[in-house]
């Protein structure tokens, strides 16, 4: 049975892998990326603040040597959910199984004044360049602001906020310098009120400006303000921004989408189609868009699809349960377990932060690349 993964994320990774290691060279895995290299979500702000260089933290797809999985680099153009078929550039394939873990893309554009009067720090490309940005700023205020909801790693702009402090003192221009914080919700972390508030305390004590429950509608490039949802202006000296996050268009063309992301059945992902499946990012499955509730997602899947190989039901479903690491600055990290189970509340826990969590998710990140690259990988030093 020939499984079709569409995208070389959290999810596509871990799903191949499952499928290798539990089928060893009996799997027929086809993972198509059109990148040629995987890169943390966490790396981009390790390289925004100068902790790692951009390419230490690109991993190679072309080092991928599983048994059963075979990498192919291209550019989908069309999905084909009913025929499980795709067309890339580099020629259509066909699988009895489709799972597509294509991911959000970003679009800066959609704000006004965006490319213009500021910079986004969610892209690869977008992290380089604020690191340029940042290594030459000489003082002001600096704002971070969410332009759009959905959007990926929802404590990504308050660790955002908290690294800048720290990069700015490290560079002696704190002082004449602040900043600030704009986010559509009402508290940073609303699933952990203990998360939200540690957040909060850590705001006030390193005079951090937090600004609930606005979104950025515009920049004025002219005047040097941004513009917010309800009409309120704020002064910018340089403008950090997370940009609108869309399903990628040969999604929304496949018709598998509604409301703009691709509906799942939230215990088994599966889609409206039959041997369907959809996880991560480009779901509207109701956890946040971040790669570790893509990874379990992932799990389940696997398990759905080994239960077929071998006659048998399924008998696992997705949990809805995930552990986010949270940079606080000053070399600690904080790590918050969430569980958005279907029919109640979503509930989240705290732990730390400290230096001891710091060094676990330095772990995370390595036991990852082993498991997915069988290759060992150096997390950044958090003091650098």
Not at 46 to 71: C, E, H, N, W
Not at 322 to 343: I, K, M, N, Q
Not at 345 to 356: D, F, H, I, T, Y
């Amino acid at each position: 049975m020939r499984v079709l993964i569409l995208g070389a994320g959290f999810g596509g990774l871990e799903l191949a892998t499952t499928l290798s290691e539990q089928q060893g060279a009996d799997a027929d895995v086809v993972l198509i990326d059109r990148s040629d290299h995987f890169v943390f979500g966490f790396s981009k702000l390790d390289v925004m603040f100068g902790r790692r260089t951009p390419t230490s933290v690109q991993l190679p797809y072309a080092t991928i040597d599983k048994p059963g999985v075979r990498f192919v680099r291209a550019t989908i153009r069309a999905i084909d959910p009913a025929a499980k078929r795709v067309e890339t550039d580099a020629g259509d394939f066909e699988g009895d199984v489709l799972v597509v873990a294509l991911g959000a893309d970003l679009d800066p554009g959609a704000t006004p004044g965006l490319v213009e009067a500021g910079h986004e720090f969610y892209t690869n490309e977008g992290a380089i360049e604020c690191r340029r940005v940042l290594a030459d700023f000489e003082g002001g205020h600096v704002m971070v602001g969410v332009t759009s909801t959905p959007f990926k790693c929802p404590p990504a702009p308050s660790e955002t906020a908290l690294l800048l402090h720290d990069h700015l003192r490290k560079r002696g221009i704190r002082g004449r310098s602040s900043v600030s914080l704009v986010m559509p919700l009402p508290v940073p972390i609303p699933p952990s009120p203990a998360a939200s508030e540690a957040i909060l305390a850590a705001f006030e004590a390193r005079g951090i400006a937090w600004h609930p429950g606005r979104l950025v509608t515009r920049l004025d490039a002219a005047r040097r303000v941004a513009v917010f949802s309800d009409d309120t202006e704020l002064a910018f000296d340089l403008f950090l921004g997370v940009p609108k996050h869309v399903a990628p268009s040969v999604v929304l063309a496949s018709g598998l989408a509604v409301d703009g992301w691709i509906p799942v059945d939230p215990h088994t992902l599966e889609t409206s189609v039959t041997d369907v499946y959809a996880v991560g990012d480009v779901t509207s499955v109701g956890t946040p868009k971040a790669g570790v509730f893509s990874e379990g997602q992932a799990s389940v899947v696997a398990a759905a699809i080994l239960a077929r190989e071998r006659g048998v039901a399924p008998t696992s479903g997705y949990d809805g349960r995930g552990t986010c690491y949270l940079e606080f600055g000053e070399d600690l990290v904080g790590r918050v377990t969430v569980s958005f189970l279907a029919g109640t509340p979503p509930a989240g826990e705290l732990a730390g932060p400290s230096a001891e969590i710091a060094a676990e998710k330095g772990e995370f990140g390595s036991s990852r690349v082993r498991r997915w690259f069988d290759r060992t990988w150096e997390p950044a030093a958090t003091g650098s």
